[in-house]
């Protein structure tokens, strides 16, 4: 697959500043005098900081990429920045709650004796599961209980057409028994807040998952995860909803590159 990587000159970038708040995902930050990309993980190569560098020092590259490595963008890119660059690496990681990357990245300075510039108090926080982690991520299939029908008949309102849990795309497992051979609903983030009726006109019968494709981070690994439903689940037919806006578009994109990657195909 294709991505856009933000680059910069530093011989032209005089620190100004301008183009983080041009940022929002915060994949850049002033070190040392110079913009630095602290996380290509981050970097959406929409180009937004471009028009705000008053210099012309920043770039996007499209080029071929490869799933994300966080072994590999220490090795090429945070460790020569220096301390500096990779504690604001790391700072950047746990900020995102992306505690596998993080992982990755502290095993990685220790494999190569390069002291972690974090203090010892922020590393063990680092490498602590948040309260909230696995219980609210258990796999749950509710086919099996009938929850959705016993909420309509205990309170007689619209029942919930919801199948399993977790729902949202980084969390859930491609291989989860409610995908097998399912109708799934790939729906934007925002979609069951703006239709009354999303239960009964999208969800019913279908298995689901949810994403953004402006705010979510490691699209690629959607890609993957689509790619693994496909193939190794045997869905059978994938609807999506999106809103009526740009960013939106980005959804029937992923879906499109996992259909280009798998080996059978779905409706």
Same mark, same amino acid.
């Given at each position: 697959?294709?991505?856009?990587?933000?680059?910069?000159?530093?011989?032209?970038?005089? !620190?100004?500043?301008?183009?983080? /708040?041009?940022?929002?995902?915060?994949?850049?930050?002033?070190? #040392?005098?110079?913009?630095?990309?602290?996380?290509? =993980?981050?970097?959406? !190569? =929409?180009?937004?900081?471009? !028009?705000?560098?008053?210099?012309?020092?920043?770039?996007?590259?499209?080029?071929?990429?490869?799933?994300?490595?966080?072994?590999?963008?220490?090795?090429?890119?945070?460790?020569?920045?220096?301390?500096?660059?990779?504690?604001?690496?790391?700072?950047? =990681?746990?900020?995102?709650?992306?505690?596998?990357?993080?992982?990755?990245? =502290?095993?990685?300075?220790?494999?190569?004796?390069?002291?972690?510039?974090?203090?010892?108090?922020?590393?063990?926080?680092?490498?602590?599961?948040?309260?909230?982690?696995?219980?609210?991520?258990?796999?749950?299939? &509710?086919?099996?209980?009938?929850?959705?029908?016993?909420?309509?008949?205990?309170?007689?309102?619209?029942?919930?057409?919801?199948?399993?849990?977790?729902?949202?795309?980084?969390?859930?497992?491609?291989?989860?028994?409610?995908?097998?051979?399912? #109708?799934?609903?790939?729906?934007?983030?925002?979609?069951? &807040?703006?239709?009354?009726? &999303?239960?009964?006109?999208?969800?019913?019968?279908?298995?689901?998952?949810?994403?953004?494709?402006?705010?979510?981070?490691?699209?690629?690994?959607?890609?993957?995860?689509?790619?693994?439903?496909?193939?190794?689940?045997?869905?059978?037919?994938?609807?999506?909803?999106?809103?009526?806006? /740009?960013?939106?578009?980005?959804?029937?994109?992923?879906?499109?590159?996992?259909? #280009?990657?798998?080996?059978?195909?779905?409706?």
């Amino acid at each position: 697959m294709k991505r856009q990587i933000v680059t910069i000159d530093e011989e032209k970038c005089n !620190g100004c500043g301008e183009c983080i /708040p041009g940022c929002p995902e915060g994949a850049l930050q002033i070190i #040392d005098g110079k913009a630095r990309l602290v996380s290509d =993980l981050f970097c959406d !190569g =929409l180009g937004a900081c471009i !028009g705000t560098c008053p210099q012309g020092a920043i770039t996007v590259l499209e080029r071929e990429a490869e799933p994300y490595d966080e072994r590999r963008v220490m090795a090429e890119n945070i460790v020569k920045g220096g301390p500096n660059v990779i504690a604001a690496h790391l700072e950047h =990681l746990r900020g995102h709650g992306e505690e596998g990357y993080l992982q990755e990245a =502290l095993s990685y300075l220790s494999e190569q004796g390069i002291k972690n510039p974090l203090d010892e108090q922020a590393t063990k926080q680092n490498s602590e599961p948040h309260a909230c982690g696995c219980a609210g991520s258990a796999m749950q299939d &509710f086919r099996k209980n009938g929850i959705a029908a016993q909420q309509g008949e205990s309170t007689g309102v619209i029942p919930s057409e919801l199948t399993q849990w977790p729902i949202q795309l980084h969390l859930v497992t491609p291989l989860a028994p409610y995908y097998q051979g399912s #109708d799934l609903l790939l729906a934007a983030d925002c979609t069951a &807040f703006a239709v009354g009726g &999303f239960h009964p006109d999208f969800m019913k019968g279908k298995s689901i998952a949810i994403a953004c494709p402006k705010l979510d981070t490691g699209i690629e690994r959607y890609v993957e995860k689509l790619k693994a439903m496909i193939d190794l689940a045997n869905v059978n037919t994938i609807t999506v909803v999106i809103m009526e806006v /740009p960013c939106c578009g980005g959804l029937m994109a992923i879906v499109q590159q996992a259909l #280009d990657k798998a080996s059978r195909k779905c409706r």
